[in-house]
């Protein structure tokens, strides 16, 4: 049986969905969350969708079996690969995902036009294209798929060199082109500057806020909301063994995303 008092569980193929959780703590402060970051089999975006539905089941199997109330998919690639899937194998629990914000950036730029940085394998699934040609008509759309950008800040160094020059290799052509950008993997608000430093100084736009309203939403629907006496608090997780990578997890916790 669901407790309010149990925990949110929250993955991600690697370290990215710390954006999210950022997002979701900032919201529900009241909340204890579970970060399981998949790094030992990232990137998703590189992978088939069925084994991006393997991947994220196994997790969520896990995070069901130590006893999470819910589970949010702080990834938009398994996101859009697996949830469906995994709300319609537990249909009793609440399954939250994160999608590319490109309604929100459409709705504040209407007939402009919206970069939208993501994973191939998300622009490739059938729930990025409808909703890209739900949003096309009111707005230019110019999907880039990253390719590498999520290994690189896996690495750490999120203002290296090859980030950089990969972020420039991408999205240079559109430099002071587009009114707004949207981050369609959750790993990428953390290279935020320099993409800004790329493209230009526009507003950008990801998942993480929604999905934090989202989670509220569902869990005060269900009767699941943490009490406002309760104790918020996170723990980290990994595949990758090692204090060293929970360690670049909290590093990661700790960056301004708003800079």
């Known amino acids: ?19 999210v959780l950022k997002s979701l703590v900032s919201e529900l402060p009241h909340e204890q ?41 702080a990834c938009n690639t398994a996101t859009a690969a697996a949830a469906a899937t995994l709300r319609n194998e537990y249909p009793n629990v609440p399954i939250i995902g994160v999608e590319p914000a490109l309604k929100p ?5 209407p007939q402009g036009r919206i970069l939208v940085m993501a994973t191939a394998a998300t622009l490739a699934l059938e729930k990025y294209q409808r909703l890209e040609e739900h949003w096309s008509g009111q707005a230019e759309v110019i999907p880039v798929a990253c390719v590498g950008l999520v290994d690189l800040i896996e690495r750490g ?31 990428y608000p953390f290279v935020r500057k320099v993409i800004r430093d790329v493209v230009g100084d526009v507003p950008f736009f990801d998942g993480g806020a929604g999905t934090a309203r989202q989670l509220r939403t569902v869990l ?23 204090e ?3 360690t670049l997890y909290r590093r990661f916790y700790d960056i301004n995303l708003e800079t």
Do not use: W
């Open 244 to 246: 060293e990578e929970l």
């Open 33 to 73: 969350f579970s970060f399981f970051g998949d790094s030992l089999n990232s990137p998703y975006g590189d992978r088939e969708p069925d084994d991006i539905v393997a991947l994220s089941r196994a997790i969520v199997e896990r995070q069901l079996d130590a006893g999470a109330k819910a589970v949010v998919i």
């Open 157 to 187: 160094d999120v203002e290296s060199h090859e980030i950089r020059e990969l972020i420039e290799r991408h999205v240079g052509t559109y430099r002071d082109t587009v009114d707004a950008v949207v981050l369609g993997c959750t790993h």
């Open 1 to 19: 049986m669901q407790d309010a008092n149990s925990f949110v569980g929250v993955f991600d193929s690697g370290l990215g969905g710390i954006s």
């Open 105 to 109: 950036a459409v709705q504040a730029f």
């Open 220 to 242: 005060t629907a269900r009767g699941l909301l943490a009490p406002q006496e309760a104790m918020g608090g996170v723990r980290f997780s990994s595949s990758k063994p090692g």
